[in-house]
Nanobody
């Protein structure tokens, strides 16, 4: 299984970006995909996740109402729509997926150690 994240860039505060995570492999029936971010000198932190097993979405408090996670199975892509971006959103963004067959929900999806596969990351820089 491979994940490829893209869509980052340099934007101004208040702008929008849409990140994409294209997945490929023999079996891509993930039950959950999550987005995390890592700023320089900081640990990787949870941003958003969706569990398709119970159709629940989870967001970190600071991004609620501004970021939306979605999935297009026809395009093998998970998106993170980011609106009203702030300088504190500046980080490298990573997408992660559970191995096919694993089903988890709730707080476990907020831990990076939960995920089995990771994309390479895409840089988002928000200027003030």
């Amino acid at each position: 299984v491979q994940l490829q994240a893209s869509g980052g860039g340099l934007v101004q505060a208040g702008d929008s970006l849409r990140l994409s995570c294209v997945y490929s492999g023999r079996d891509t029936t993930f039950s959950s995909v999550g987005w995390f971010r890592q700023a320089p000198g900081k640990e990787r932190e949870f941003v958003a996740a969706h569990s398709w097993s119970d159709d629940k979405t989870y967001y970190e408090d600071s991004v609620k109402g501004r970021l939306t996670i979605s999935r297009d199975n026809a395009k093998n892509t998970v998106y993170l729509q980011m609106n009203r971006l702030k300088p504190e959103d500046t980080a490298v963004y990573y997408c992660g997926a559970l191995a096919p067959g694993r089903v988890l929900s709730g707080q476990s999806l907020g831990r990076s150690s939960t995920y089995d596969y990771w994309g390479q990351g895409t840089q988002v820089t928000v200027s003030s």
